[in-house]
C-alpha cells in the first residue's frame, strides 16, 4: 500500500440525537479528553430534532463543550448528511449519542488514513452497563456480531456508523448515506460500506479505536421490538439495492409457519374437529424449544442459558417478521427465500445454525403428526 503525508489531520465529529441530554454530556466530555491526546484540530456537531425544551438544555450542554449545536431533521440519514454537509475537516468520525471515546480515539482512527487506499475506519464497539436477563439473551443474537468486527477482520466489508469514520472527498462522492432507508435506524450503514467498498476504498478495521456503548439503550422490551423489527425491514431495502450480496436460503420460520398455519386450518375444515386447532400453536411451541435446544447443544452452551438462547430466537423471529412486513408492503416476494450476504464467511454460520432448523423443524412435524393423529381417533 502507499503511504501518504503522516502530518495529522482534522476531524469532523457527528453525532445525531434525539434529546438524549446526559449522554451527550458524557460523550462530549469524552471527546474533550480524546482532544487533549489529539495532535491536529476537531469540531463536533450535534444534530437534534428534539422537543424545544430539549433542544434547549442540549445548546447549554453544546455550548460548555464548544459543540455546535444543529437543528435538523427527524430521519437519521438526513441528519448524518446535514453534518457530513457541514464539516470543514478531511475526517468524518460518526458516533451514536449513547457512546463515549475512549482518550485515543481520534488518534487511532486518524492514523489509519496515512494509507492511501483506506477510506474508512471501523473501530471497535465495547456494552458497558449491567449483565442483565435480556443483555444476556441479546448477545447471543446474530446483531451485536458487526460490532466485534475490528477483532477478527483486518478489512471490513461494512460497519455499523456507532464509531466509524471516513473520508470527507469519498462520503460525498458517493452522496453520502442513502436517504431513501427506513425512518428509524437500521442498514444505511450496510449501505453505505458496501458503496463504499465498491469504489476500491477499503475500510480498515482498528480494534484500538474504542468507544463504550451503553446497554440501557437497548435492553428495554418496547425498544427491543421496534429496533429489531425495523432492522428486518431494512434488509428488504438492501437486498433491492444490492442484488449482487443475495443467495437463495433455507425455509424461513416465518414461511414454514404460514404453511403450517393454512395446513392446520386445511385440516381443521376437513376433519371438522375444532380441537385440530391446538395443532398449529402447538407446532411452534415444539419448533422453537428444539432449535433453542440445537443451538444450544451445538454452540456447546450450558443448559442454564436455555432461556437466553430462546429469547435469543425469539429477536431473530421479530427481525425476520420485520423483513416480510416490507416484502408484502413492497411485494418483493422472492425476498421471502433470498437473503443478504453482510459478510465473507457468512454462510458457513447459516449452515451451521441452519442445521439445527432443520432438524427442529423435522422433529417438530414428527410431534405435530403425532398429535393429528391423536386428535383424529
Not at 366 to 373: D, Q, T
Request: net charge neutral; glycine share 6%.
Amino acid at each position: 500500500m502507499e503511504n501518504i503525508d503522516t502530518k495529522a489531520e482534522d476531524i469532523s465529529v457527528i453525532i445525531t440525537t434525539r434529546g438524549r441530554i446526559n449522554l451527550v454530556d458524557k460523550l462530549l466530555e469524552s471527546l474533550v479528553e480524546a482532544g487533549k491526546k489529539f495532535p491536529a484540530k476537531y469540531e463536533t456537531f450535534i444534530i437534534d430534532d428534539s422537543n424545544p425544551e430539549d433542544a434547549e438544555a442540549l445548546k447549554i450542554v453544546c455550548q460548555k463543550y464548544q459543540a455546535t449545536y444543529v437543528a435538523g431533521p427527524a430521519k437519521v440519514t438526513q441528519k448524518r448528511n446535514l453534518g457530513g454537509n457541514l464539516s470543514h475537516n478531511p475526517i468524518l468520525l460518526f458516533l451514536d449519542s449513547d457512546c463515549q471515546a475512549t482518550p485515543d480515539l481520534f488518534v487511532e482512527h486518524e492514523k489509519c488514513f496515512h494509507t492511501k487506499e483506506i477510506g474508512a475506519v471501523l473501530g471497535l464497539l465495547k456494552f458497558v452497563g449491567p449483565d442483565t436477563w435480556i443483555w444476556k439473551g441479546i448477545e447471543l443474537t446474530p446483531y451485536v456480531m458487526p460490532f466485534d468486527f475490528p477483532l477478527y477482520m483486518k478489512y471490513a466489508p461494512w460497519g455499523p456508523t456507532a464509531n466509524f469514520s471516513v473520508r470527507r472527498e469519498s462520503f460525498l462522492r458517493i452522496n453520502g448515506f442513502d436517504e431513501t432507508f427506513p425512518q428509524k435506524p437500521g442498514g444505511e450503514d450496510v449501505d453505505l460500506g458496501l458503496r463504499l467498498t465498491k469504489t476500491k476504498q477499503l475500510i480498515f478495521c482498528n480494534s484500538s479505536a474504542i468507544v463504550y456503548h451503553s446497554k440501557d439503550t437497548w435492553v428495554p422490551i418496547r425498544q427491543i421490538v421496534s429496533r429489531f423489527f425495523q432492522w428486518g425491514a431494512a434488509e428488504c431495502y438492501l437486498m433491492d439495492k444490492h442484488p449482487e450480496n443475495i443467495v437463495n436460503t433455507l425455509p424461513r420460520f416465518t414461511l414454514v409457519a404460514a404453511i403450517s398455519f393454512l395446513a392446520t386450518i386445511f385440516f381443521t375444515a376437513l376433519t371438522r374437529n375444532y380441537f385440530s386447532l391446538l395443532i398449529f400453536p402447538v407446532w411452534i411451541l415444539v419448533q422453537l424449544n428444539f432449535q433453542t435446544l440445537f443451538q444450544i447443544l451445538w454452540a456447546k452452551r450450558p443448559i442454564q442459558r436455555f432461556f437466553h438462547q430462546l429469547f435469543a430466537l425469539v429477536i431473530t423471529i421479530i427481525n425476520e417478521m420485520g423483513l416480510v412486513k416490507e416484502i408484502f408492503r413492497q411485494k418483493k416476494f422472492r425476498f421471502w427465500v433470498q437473503q443478504m450476504i453482510y459478510t465473507p464467511g457468512q454462510m458457513e454460520g447459516e449452515w451451521y445454525y441452519g442445521g439445527s432448523k432443520i432438524w427442529s423443524t423435522f422433529l417438530s412435524f414428527i410431534v405435530v403428526f403425532g398429535l393429528a393423529l391423536c386428535i383424529t381417533n
